[in-house]
Structures are given as C-alpha cells and as structure tokens.
C-alpha cells in the first residue's frame, strides 16, 4: 500500500491497465506531452508513446465515435473529457451510438469516457457541472462516480475491463485534496455495491462523488446522533438493496449530492425508497443538492449553490429531530 | 483533386491486379438485381401494410454500394447506410433477412430491435448504422483506427449521402482521418436532394473538393456505372491497405423516388427523372453485360427467383416476443464483429495461395 492522492491513484489504475493490457489505449485533448489539462496522464506519452496516448484534435463526438469504433474492433479506448461539460458536445456519439449498440445488434462496446466533474473552484457555468444524471437517461451506459482514492483505481479498473460504455466521473475538487491507502498492482472494486463509508444507526445520509467527504464531516458529531453515511460509488448499476438495506435499519434519510435537483440522481433514490421501504421510514426522505441554476462563478454565489457542511448538518438536525 | 471517370485500368493492390473477371461481372450485375429486387418486394410489403413504421430505400443508386463494397476483403469492416442494400447483401446478408427486418420480424438482423435500414450484421462485420447522420463517419474512423494501431492491411468503408456533409460530426471525421491517415474509404452517394432539399441548398462547395483540405485525396464518379465505382473504391483500398491514408469518393446519381414512401417528390422538376432514367445503373449494366456475349437473362430470372423464396422465409418467420425488448441493454462478454463474405475472384485466390 502507498499513499496516494485521488488523482495520483486515477493514474496509477490507468497505467497498471495499459502496462498489463495492449488493447488499453487513451485518447483525448492535450494528454500527451502536456499530461491532460490535470496531469493524469503526465508522463504517459513518454511510456506508452503516442498512439497509444492520442492527443486528440478538439472534436468530442469524434473522440468518442472513433473509440466506439476502436472498441468494437477489441480495442479498449479511455477518452479523457478535458472538462466533463465538452460531454455535451460529444454527447449524441455517447447516447445514440455508444449506449444502444449492444441493445440493437448484440454488439458490446468496452470502452471509457472519464469526467473530471464538479465544481468548488470558480470554474463557472462551463466547468463545473455535475452532469450524471443525463447519462441515467440512456440505457446501456454504466456510470460511476468514486469518492476516495482506492475506489478510484479499483473502479476505473472494473470500467477498463467492463464490456460497456462506462461514463467515470472523477471529482475535480477532490483530485489533490482527498489522499488514502491504495493498494499497489491491479484490483478491482466491483461496479453495482455501495459502500458505508460510515456505520450507523439514527439516519442515514446517501451520497457519492465530493459530497461523501461532505456527508462525513457534516455528521461526525450531531447531537451525539449515530449517522451511517453510504457512498453509492456507482450510479448505473444502483445497488438498490445496499440501500435499503441502509434505510431499513436507520429509517431516516438524506440524500445528498453535488448536482442540480430536479430528476437528479437523489430523486430516483427518493422514488425507490418510497417505493420500496415506505413502512420502515420514520421521517420524510429529504433532498439536499444543489439548486436548479447553473453553477456561478464568483465564490460566494458558487458557495450559495454548493451543499455545504451546514446546509446537511441542518438537514440532519431536522430529520433526527422529526 | 483526381477526377476519375470509368477506369478499366489494371490496378496493384497487395501485388495482385484489380480486374474484374467475366464471373466478377455476373457477380455485379446479379447483386445489384437482387438489392433492386429486394427493395421493390420490401416496398410492396410496406404497401400491404406488413413494414410497419416508415420506408426508405436505394432503388436508381444500386451500383455504388455494389460496386464499392464488391472490393473488399472479408477482414475488411463496413458502416452502411439507408440506401446501401447492396453492401449488406455482398457481406453475405440473405435478401430474407432483410425483409424480416423491415418487417420487425424476429428473423430480422435486429430481431426487431430496430426498424427499416438500422442493421448491420456483426456476424459478417458490419457495425449497424444509427438513424443520426453521418455518426457512423466516426465509427468508421474508430475502426480504420485500430486497423491502424495493429499494423493490419484492412479498411474500414462507409457510405452517407451528400446531405450527411452539412453535419459537423461529418467534418470531424474528415478531420481526424485526415490527421491520422486512417485507412477508411469515404463513399459519398451525391443523389441530388437530402429529403427535400436540393444541392444548392446543401453547400457552396461541392463536399469532394473538401477532401483535399482535410488533406487527402477526393475522386468523383458516375455512380451509375457500377465498374467506375469498383475501380476507384479499388484504387483507395489499395492506398488505404498500403498506409497511404483516406479517400474521399463521390459517386454521382439520382434519387429516382420520394426520400421515403411517404414522399410525393412535388419538389423535384419532372425532367430530372426523366434524365436520369436514361442512365439506370441497371438497364445500362444488362446493355453492356449482354453486348460482351454475358447471359443476362439467366442472371435476371435466377435473382428473381431467390427473391421470391427469401420473401416466403421472411413472411413464415415470427414477430419477437415481448419480454424480448427487456432484454440486452448491458453486454456481459466481449464484442465480436465477424467476417464477411467476399465475392471478388481476387479474395478466392488470394484465399487459395
Ligand atoms: C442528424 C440528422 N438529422 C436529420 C435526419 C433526418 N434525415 C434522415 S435522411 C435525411 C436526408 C439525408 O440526405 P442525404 O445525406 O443526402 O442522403 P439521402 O437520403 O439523400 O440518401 C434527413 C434529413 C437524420 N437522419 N440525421
């Protein structure tokens, strides 16, 4: 084991995966002599040379088209978005071409298109948004979304070696903030299992991506309160009995994520314990994310949109009160 | 920019010459009756109200998808579009298949996942195209790309219309091609009109001067002529497979029907059709063929026949059942794309030595 940053240990899994794998090659804008606009593939070019770390020309639905096709053919193409919001411009390649292939004709598609979302940073309407929830949207896609630096490695190895389009959002506030034990050599976290991040039994906050960290530090002392808190780590599949399993046992919930609300992922969790363990519920589910606005540039207008830590030790408060 | 008209001349590819035999001939001449006899029975059936959905077709255009596909390898790998029947029949498509197809049968390639001409049989390495156009222009790319990375003399062909170079991610395939010296052949079907919208409407360049400034060569042929296009498609294989890049072929033709058969083509001047009905790929193939001593009249009656038999096959196959549509969404084992059938005599000798 090492300590590495998240960011160091994204590097590290997709190095061990094209060290060990010929087929894995990476594709994106400005990730050969320059490392990528965050440097995960610094020094890649040097060992992997430039075909197999392929500085793309600036056309997202051509990075993503061409890797479909590269990956069908047995190749297994990583494409970096420099900024997970230029998916958008890739966006009908991913939905249209990528998802459905293996639905309409048998056909699987392994290949990834990692994300370096969210915001925290003034990055402003154009670098900061959390866009998962338009991949739920498009069934065939599998969507992850690691919160420590061992989930990291091990979730992006499972999205390499995974027969399917996986979409792999990596958190761009947490890149050199969150740092941790990550095992040396090639493992796998499996996609589809939640993790606790922490075990207990009033209330139950789900969250995944950056706001997992926030949910943690939010709820280490409520009111002497014992809050469990889930990192869902993979958004397609959704371990809906992970879940559950959670709220069974607490029956009081937030949800919690970094992305706008409306038809957000916390809404399908919202809809599924409703649906599910309305009887065990000892409280309304409550929702806190972001508003339905862009993300703004200016720091205290980007605070006021962000979930904050006191915004989910209200949230909290309130419900354990409830 | 080259501008190649019919071009019988003897072509080099992997030291072999691209010339088309006697039986090569027969060969063309009987896929492009079947793809037209395909099409009108799919057309009769849309009629009778067993092709549900919409219907579209490539009946006037049948030698460019013949004549391009006719030249590859059965390594070689296909994105084909809505008016490129020919192309899935000469990978070794059944007529039958097809029209299950089109009448979302479960016999169909898609087992009626998907309707009219979405498919692609990945059996025989075509990747299916998807209704937005021209994606598969980059998929394409992606496939002559791995081609590329694995030292491989394989080429990855697609077809779209000229309506298809309007659209951006037309150009970003052209770009990255361009750039990477992929080996991909381009063939751009130039039928006059994208639905209703006429040449004039579409571009102030005409799209095949564009491959000279994506940086490769563009070509434009009768797309009539079925051996005009077999010789250039051979001439690009051959630089594609030899590391020499992309190429960019127009073919020039005709829509000789409505976009689709809801269409009652109001917008298109009557004298146009009459024009080009003189230049029937077909009509004018049988002249030629029967001028050299060919029996055409064989070759017509026997493709007949095989439609008729692949239309009872289609019409004795099942509608899917509908727990079907739950299932496939997640793969849980490899892609596998497969290999295609390849009629040109070339491909048998080379496969015997
Ligand atoms: C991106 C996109 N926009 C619109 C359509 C609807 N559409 C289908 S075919 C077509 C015309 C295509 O013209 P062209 O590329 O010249 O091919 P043709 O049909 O003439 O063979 C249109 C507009 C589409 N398929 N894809």
Request: negative net charge.
């Amino acid at each position: 084991m090492a300590e590495m940053t998240y960011l160091s240990a994204i590097s590290d899994g997709l190095r061990e995966e094209m060290r060990h794998d010929e087929s894995v090659f990476c594709m994106g804008e400005d990730i050969g002599a320059f490392g990528g606009a965050f440097k995960v593939t610094d020094g890649f070019i040097e060992e992997f040379g430039a075909d197999r770390v392929w500085d793309t020309p600036l056309a997202e639905n051509a990075i993503i088209g061409t890797a479909v096709g590269a990956a069908v053919e047995g190749l297994r193409p990583v494409c970096e978005m420099q900024f997970a919001d230029f998916i958008s411009c890739g966006f009908d390649q991913l939905v249209n071409v990528a998802a459905k292939m293996h639905y309409r004709q048998g056909l699987a598609v392994p290949m990834v298109v990692r994300l370096p979302s969210g915001g925290g940073f003034s990055g402003g309407p154009y670098h900061s948004q959390n866009p998962e929830a338009w991949f739920l949207q498009a069934p065939g896609l599998k969507v992850v979304a690691p919160s420590t630096a061992d989930d990291a490695k091990g979730l992006l190895a499972s999205a390499i070696r995974d027969p399917n389009p996986v979409v792999y959002l990596e958190h761009k506030h947490l890149y050199r903030r969150v740092k941790g034990e990550v095992p040396e050599g090639r493992y796998e976290v499996p996609l589809g299992r939640v993790r606790v991040a922490r075990e207990g039994t009033d209330l139950t906050v789900i969250s995944y991506g950056a706001m997992v960290g926030i949910a943690l530090e939010a709820t280490q002392d409520i009111d002497g309160a014992s809050v469990e808190v889930i990192d869902l780590r993979s958004l397609v599949p959704l371990d809906t009995e992970g879940i559950l399993r959670s709220v069974r046992k607490t029956s009081k919930v937030v949800v919690l994520h970094e992305a706008t609300r409306s038809c957000g992922v916390g809404a399908e969790v919202c809809a599924l314990i409703a649906q599910e363990a309305f009887e065990d519920l000892d409280g309304p589910v409550v929702r806190v994310t972001a508003p339905d606005v862009p993300i703004p540039f200016s720091p205290p207008l980007e605070r006021a949109v962000l979930p904050q830590v006191d915004d989910v030790k209200e949230a909290c408060r309130e419900l354990l009160a409830y | 920019m080259a501008t190649t008209t019919a071009k019988p001349a003897a072509i080099e590819d992997g030291g072999r010459r691209a010339v088309l035999t006697q039986e090569d001939r027969r060969a063309l001449l009987r896929y492009m009756l079947l793809m037209r006899a395909t099409e009108e029975r799919a057309l009769a059936l849309y009629r009778q109200g067993k092709v549900p959905g919409s219907y579209y077709d490539g009946r006037g255009q049948e030698a460019i998808s013949v004549g391009s596909a006719f030249v590859l390898g059965p390594r070689d790998r296909t994105c084909i579009l809505h008016r490129d029947l020919g192309a899935h029949l000469i990978r070794g498509v059944r007529p039958g298949r097809v029209l299950a197809q089109m009448m979302g049968r479960a016999g169909g390639v898609t087992g009626g996942k998907d309707g009219n001409m979405h498919f692609g049989d990945t059996e025989l390495g075509c990747v299916g195209m998807v209704s937005m156009l021209p994606d598969m222009a980059l998929v394409t790319c992606g496939l002559a790309l791995s081609f590329q990375m694995r030292k491989e003399p394989r080429v990855a062909m697609t077809w779209f219309g000229e309506g298809s170079t309007a659209n951006g991610q037309w150009h970003e395939a052209m770009n990255v091609a361009g750039v990477r010296k992929l080996p991909a052949v381009f063939i751009l079907e130039n039928n006059q009109f994208a639905y209703s919208t006429p040449n004039e409407r579409e571009f102030a360049v005409d799209p095949v001067k564009r491959a000279e400034v994506y940086g490769f060569p563009g070509v434009k042929v009768d797309g009539n002529d079925v051996e005009a296009v077999f010789y250039a498609a051979a001439e690009a294989c051959e630089r594609a497979r030899s590391g020499g890049g992309p190429t960019l072929i127009e073919c020039e033709t005709m829509r000789m029907h409505g976009h689709g058969a809801h269409d009652d083509m109001r917008y298109v001047p009557k004298e146009l059709f009459d024009v080009w009905a003189e230049r029937d790929p077909i009509d004018r193939y049988e002249r030629k063929l029967a001028d050299d001593g060919i029996d055409v009249e064989q070759i017509t009656a026997s493709a007949k026949e095989e439609i008729e038999r692949e239309t009872e096959w289609a019409l004795s196959q099942p509608m899917p059942e509908g727990p079907e549509a739950l299932s496939g969404v997640f793969a849980t084992s490899e892609p596998r794309l497969g290999d295609g059938n390849a009629p040109w005599s070339f491909w048998k000798e080379a496969a015997n030595g």
